[in-house]
């Protein structure tokens, strides 16, 4: 009875240990593929938005409108072969997780927006396989931060600033100071770049761009007398 029952069993173990079969080399092979064409980039949309502005005299209400900025995120070349895992954090805290398929995305192109607009948001993207055999299966794993906004950005200070990295509009930095130490930090950025260790050698280049025309007219005017004195001992040769 008991050598039946094995035989009976028998069947379905082979059946599940098929169903089980791990990735094959191709597959694996084609998945990283497919896997490593995935990035994920950012805009900022600006939308006008109505609202009512309500007096707060009690003299009346005035119909306007305001610009509300948000970020659109897109990942790009999701395959139907593949499954993502998103994960959202803010200063290493979990915010919040999605499972995104090749069904969720537009042409394998998944797109959400964010109205967070002072926290850098780091997204964890675990790139999954959802193919027979593979299916769950990790591939690759990627990160990507959504900027915040500078408020640093809007200072009359920062304007003639733009290329630095405490002065541009969107940052994925969490540098916090004052304005006064962003001034100190702005006049050390303006100031000649000279190397303490070297005076000579920055004294040579500040004559050298002080005088360079000077310089030229020189070497022009050597070249000019060496050349008239080569042809004058060649004429004497001769």
Do not use: W
């Amino acid at each position: 009875m008991k050598y039946l029952k094995s035989l009976l069993v028998l069947p379905f173990l082979i059946a599940l240990n098929v169903n089980a079969a791990e990735c094959t080399y191709k597959q694996q092979a084609n998945l990283n593929k497919e896997a490593a064409l995935v990035e994920a980039n950012y805009e900022v949309t600006r939308e006008e938005q109505p609202i009512t502005f309500e007096d707060p005299d009690g003299l009346g209400s005035e119909d306007t409108t305001i610009i509300i900025a948000k970020f659109k995120i897109k990942i790009y070349n999701l395959s139907e072969d593949l499954s993502l895992d998103i994960t959202e954090s803010v200063k290493d805290k979990k915010t919040g997780s999605k499972t995104v398929t090749y069904a969720d995305t537009e042409n394998g192109v998944y797109t959400f927006t964010s109205d967070n607009l002072g926290d850098v948001i780091t997204y964890t993207i675990k790139i999954n396989a959802a193919t027979e055999g593979c299916a769950g299966k990790t591939i690759r794993t990627m990160t990507f931060k959504k900027p915040r906004v500078n408020p640093y950005a809007a200072l009359a200070m920062c304007k003639e600033h733009t290329d630095v990295q405490y002065c541009e509009e969107y940052t994925t930095k969490d540098f916090e100071f004052t304005e006064a130490k962003l001034q100190e930090l702005l006049n050390e950025i303006d100031k000649p770049n000279t190397n303490p260790d070297n005076p000579t050698g920055n004294g040579f280049l500040k004559f050298l761009k002080n005088n360079y025309l000077y310089i030229i007219g020189g070497v022009v005017l050597v070249g000019a007398g060496a050349g008239a004195y080569i042809i004058y001992r060649k004429k004497r040769v001769l």
